[in-house]
């Protein structure tokens, strides 16, 4: 309950800051997304350790596969994930040792090893995504369908923004 009133008033106070004028106007999109882009991960990261014994980082490389035709080169998994080179090497042996990913040989290129989703990779990432997506939703319950759908849209059109900007 305590931790609930700390965020209600650093949003309280936050707004005030806003409109005060004494913060830009644009800290009025960026700063709700990074507070629920925090809320969401912690959240996610302790149910899908306890309930599945996952890492985001973990769904994120299986995830990125499974929606990516199942198998990757490790650069094309860089460019899905916001890994270095070591974090991604340390996360695809894990999973490696789960049996959820396999490595084999490019055949167009013999100095690549491809990153290739088993069947138990994909019914877990299936599985966690399906759980976790069931377990967050409460966060946007507050929305009716008309403002679920235009919210995802005002998202999808800031990230294509982003995109174009860079």
Same mark, same amino acid.
């Given at each position: 309950?305590?931790?609930?009133?700390?965020?209600?008033?650093?949003?309280?106070?936050?707004?005030?800051?806003?409109?005060?004028?004494?913060?830009?106007?644009?800290?009025?999109?960026?700063?709700?997304?990074?507070?629920?882009?925090?809320?969401?991960?912690?959240?996610?990261?302790?149910?899908?350790?306890?309930?599945?014994?996952?890492?985001?980082?973990?769904?994120?490389?299986?995830?990125?596969?499974?929606?990516?035709?199942?198998?990757?080169?490790?650069?094309?998994?860089?460019?899905?994930?916001?890994?270095?080179?070591?974090?991604?090497?340390?996360?695809?042996?894990?999973?490696?040792?789960?049996?959820?990913?396999?490595?084999?040989?490019? =055949?167009?290129? !013999?100095? /690549?090893?491809?990153?290739?989703?088993?069947? @138990?990779? &994909?019914?877990? #990432? %299936?599985? *966690?995504?399906? =759980?976790?997506? !069931?377990? /967050?939703?409460?966060?946007?319950?507050?929305? @009716?369908? &008309?403002?679920? #759908? %235009?919210? *995802?849209?005002?998202?999808?059109?800031?990230?294509?923004?982003?995109?174009?900007?860079?």
């Amino acid at each position: 309950m305590k931790k609930n009133r700390v965020h209600t008033d650093l949003i309280t106070n936050f707004y005030g800051k806003v409109s005060g004028g004494e913060l830009p106007e644009v800290f009025l999109m960026t700063f709700p997304i990074a507070l629920i882009q925090k809320t969401i991960f912690t959240h996610a990261e302790s149910f899908l350790k306890e309930k599945f014994d996952l890492l985001n980082s973990e769904v994120d490389v299986l995830a990125s596969l499974f929606t990516h035709g199942k198998i990757l080169s490790p650069t094309q998994l860089y460019d899905l994930t916001i890994f270095s080179s070591g974090g991604m090497t340390k996360v695809l042996k894990k999973l490696e040792s789960k049996g959820f990913i396999y490595r084999k040989e490019d =055949e167009n290129d !013999k100095r /690549c090893m491809l990153v290739c989703l088993t069947q @138990s990779g &994909e019914d877990i #990432v %299936l599985n *966690s995504l399906g =759980e976790i997506s !069931k377990e /967050c939703s409460k966060y946007f319950e507050a929305f @009716s369908e &008309e403002e679920r #759908v %235009l919210f *995802s849209s005002l998202l999808k059109k800031v990230l294509l923004n982003i995109n174009s900007v860079k």
